[in-house]
């Protein structure tokens, strides 16, 4: 993995924090210190309410879902893919399931005022770039043990196979919480305030996994989230804003995902248990199929096949 810091998600993090973001780790005083320092400086009102536009109000636990995100993957899209568009980058949205919950056209107004946004931003925030950098350049030294600890699961899912991982970091982020951008088959991009061994392996997963949407959607079509999830609390999450065959297929991918990155990140217990907590109760099912199959990525599709059918049969 490579490093790869990002002035612009810099920037809209900044613009996010004046809005009134918190969704930092109150426990890490540098960033608190500077995030109070950035929340002092005055800016204009209706740049305020751009980003307060980011809170979409569907999810409790981050209101910032999945706009938040989205701008910050942006940041990285627009130098990365010469193709860029507003409906482009919300195709790509769309194909990693960050569907707009007030609805595409209106996300497509509010979202073209981004290029603008970002040079407003720069020119109010820049005198803070320098000390943001400081502070990431002094905790790289200490990723390194989680990056490290990331290749041997990686090679022993992929192999020969695996792709390269960039980190962007936003330190602004909440540390329970990452993004990704996969631009080809080769490199994937990851935006999280620090890398740990499942956050990377979730966003290596997620692209995989997501080839085998079909067969998810299949499934929740006959037989809705069955075992995998608890339905109110997926709703409380923003994974079911509504009651339908793609919003039950998203669920079911997402319990592989994190099943899987859990597992090959060490299969701590504790984990496992915690998200069952949340509502992925699936998740012990997969793990039982996985310790018998040993999944690799090359066979990934079968095994989706056997935990599906074994689910019908129970």
Known sequence: ?????NPKIFYLACG???EGDRRYDKHDAEIVALADKIRKVQIDKSVVQWFNLAKTGQVDENPYWPRGHAILMAALYMEENENYGINHFSDYLESVNMKDPVGRAEFRDWFSRLPVILTYTEAQFRGFWKEYCEIMFARTSSWMPEIQASRTPIKEFFGAAAPNLV????LFASPFAADFLRFDDNVITLIASKPNVEIMLTEILNAEIAKHHDKFSSFGSKYGLAGFADAAKMKKLGYMQ???????????????????SIILAGGDEGRMKRHVSYGFTGLNIISNYFAVH???VENLGGFVDIVLEGIVQA
């Open 294 to 296: 040993r999944p690799k």
């Open 16 to 18: 996010l924090l004046v």
């Open 1 to 5: 993995m490579r490093i790869k810091n």
């Open 167 to 170: 980190l962007a970091p936003n």
């Open 242 to 260: 509504e009651n339908s065959s793609a919003c039950i297929a998203d669920v079911i991918e997402e319990c592989f995902v994190r099943a899987l």
